[in-house]
């Protein structure tokens, strides 16, 4: 073997490696698995095998030696079938194109070169691309291998000339090309595994762009988030300073996030809040769980509100802590709330007194020798039904709360003051002898008797008032309340009827001042109807009957408004409506006045007609009670023959006319007809009305 020849082949792998250093720098960097990239790295893998025929190493009889079985095993091993397929082809057209007689071997050589490389490229790449270091005896092996197969493949030249170059290349062959397909897999690895290693780093880069696009817009969106949410949101760290909170937050201390963070509650709030709110944190962190308080605070504006807050720790992935969590919730309207329903719940509305739930847990409560003699007054209001029914409700509510009012005022402090039904009352008073009690009584009673004055008006009150004490704690309280309530029970029998008197004259003044009823047409109704009851032969007590409604048959229009009753022009539909109630309304009111029910049946009907198309039963002939179809005659009449304020009166011939067309319609006909003869006539040119008592 030459020196010659050695240089040569030593020449030709140099100028091998210097290209796949150029291949490595800049080729290898080309986007593989495409298809059209691919097939450029073929071609150009081609062309560096061209390059290294031209550069040959010259045998005899155009047998040629390179390095391209270097270049093409190589390729296979690394750069996988597109390619090396596409370069065997273009190096073995070439190697024809050169002819020769080693042309068939020389492509023999490539091919073989080619499928070892692919081979080992399907079986082994991966595993030589992941292994950290000790590859070069794998790789030598490899370009041994290639190149004995490269020997081998001598066999074909013509000639038998195959031994001899066996013979005469052998050596070289086998210590310099497997040591130039090692340096090129080393470099063809580095050059893949940067390639890997760039490639990574870009897709890492681009990563971590779209990780920070990503945490930007989660970010930007939890803290929309956060912003929308009406609760303080806010985070501290374990040293209870602030890091971060969002605008509700901002708005409640008055400062922006980035003025609130690096300062603490000391900063932001008085002393006092300051201390409870790290108190709170510091109970929150060494108990180690979320934390629910509430709390009184004042806004920098000056409001103070109600705050529910619920603390949370928060931690590091080792389980280190790094502060908290903070969400509080104005509450204020709740606890308002709250307390509305407590105060509904143990308060009467209309007065403000306590109630019956609260009176049976504070007579549980009082029900012990500590507050022993323990006293009860028991109170019932007088005639309050009566002026509810003549003067409305409004009226009886404010009774009511006049008398709340003054037993409010009279009660002390340690009193308890319930209203336990519509027109109950009940006092316990702890500590508190039998004498006190009657004492308190007298108060009592001397403070309702001159009358409550509510909006500028004096109520007139009266309550029936009942009391006894429990003395020692054997003493039954269900049986001390039942003494003073039987005592209430004999003092509103004595006062019940002196009451209901003056209140039913204050309903016949009230009466007489708002409509336009008067005095003297209820004297001339009653003597009208004595006179023609006297005449149908009714007794002494129905005369007397009828004189009572007389007076008081319009008694139900006392909770009609004046307006209403003065109204000149006539009436509209909803209007006439509320005028047909007054039978009804003084039916009620006489109903609850002992020596006015017998009165009552009378007071309702005396607005029927014969003819059944009265109000408000729609009854009909001698359905209508005897001394209801008088008081339509007589009443009818007396309106007809006296000025009103929107008409003269009548003559007495024309009222009769009146009397006698509406008889067998609106009258008892035979009544009209006995009233008519038997006393219009009779008291005809009579200077005075009289009548008899």
Known sequence: MSSELIKDLLFNTALLLSISIVYNLFVIRIESHKKW????????????????????????????????????????????????????????????????????????????????????????????????????????????????????????????????????????????????????????????????AEKNLRESRENYK???????????????????????????????????CNKAFEVFAGKTMDQLMGLTDADLFDPETATLFRTMDEIMMSEKKSRRNEELVTYPDGRKVYLETLKTPYYDQDGANLGLIGISRDITERKQNEAEILYLSQHDVLTGLHNRSYYEAQRKRLDHPDYLPLSLIIGDINGLKLINDAFGHGEGDKLLISIAKIMADCARPQDVLVRTGGDEFVMLLPQTSYQEAG????????????????????????????????????????????????????????????????????????????????????????????????????????????????????????????????????????EWAEIKKHPEVGYRIAQTVPELRKIAEYILCHHERWDGNGYPQGLKGEEIPLLARILAIVDAYDAMTQDRSYRKAMAEPEAITELQRHAGSQFDPALVAVFITEVIEKNSGAPVITAEV
């Not at 080619?114 to 080992?120: D, E, F, K, R, V």
């Not at 310099?176 to 893949?192: A, E, F, H, K, N």
């Not at 002494?540 to 909770?559: F, M, N, R, W, Y």
């Open 37 to 196: 990239p691919e097939t450029i790295l073929g071609l150009f893998l081609g062309g560096v095998g061209i390059l290294l025929m031209i550069n040959t190493v010259s045998f005899t009889n155009g047998i040629i030696f390179d390095t391209r079985s270097i270049l093409i095993s190589v390729s296979g091993l690394f750069l996988g079938y597109l390619p090396t397929i596409i370069a065997t082809l273009v190096i073995s057209v070439y190697r024809i194109y050169l002819g020769g007689g080693g042309a068939l071997t020389g492509v023999l050589v490539t091919v073989t070169s080619a499928t070892i490389g692919l081979l080992w490229y399907r079986y082994r790449r991966l595993a030589l691309l992941k292994k950290a270091d000790r590859v070069w005896p794998e790789l030598y092996l490899f370009g041994l291998l290639v190149h004995l197969a490269m020997l081998v493949c001598m066999l074909t030249l013509p000639d038998q000339q195959g031994l001899g170059v066996i013979q005469a290349i052998a050596l070289p062959v086998l210590i310099i090309y497997p040591l130039g397909t090692l340096l090129l897999c080393l470099v063809m690895r580095q050059g893949l595994k940067n390639q890997a």
């Open 210 to 244: 779209h990780l920070y696009y990503e945490y930007q817009k989660k970010e930007s969106l939890l803290r929309s988030l956060l912003d929308s949410i009406p609760d303080l949101v806010f985070y501290k760290d374990k040293e209870s300073v602030y890091l971060g």
């Open 439 to 574: 004492t308190m009584v007298d108060k009592l009673k001397k403070a309702c008797e001159a009358g409550y004055k509510l909006d500028n008006e004096l109520i007139i009150t009266s309550i029936s008032l009942g009391f006894a004490t429990k003395r020692n704690e054997h003493e039954s309280l269900e049986k001390v309340f039942k003494l003073a309530e039987e005592s209430m029970y004999r003092k509103k029998l004595l006062e019940y009827k002196s009451f209901h008197s003056a209140v039913l004259n204050s309903i016949k003044t009230t009466l007489f001042e708002k409509s336009n009823e008067t005095e003297a047409h209820a004297e001339r109704m009653a003597d009208l109807a004595k006179q023609l009851g006297r005449v149908l032969g009714l007794d002494q007590e129905d005369l007397v009957s009828l004189e009572l409604v007389a007076t008081l048959h319009d008694i139900g229009k006392i909770s009609i408004d004046s307006k209403l009753l003065l109204k000149n022009s006539p009436l509209t539909e909803s």
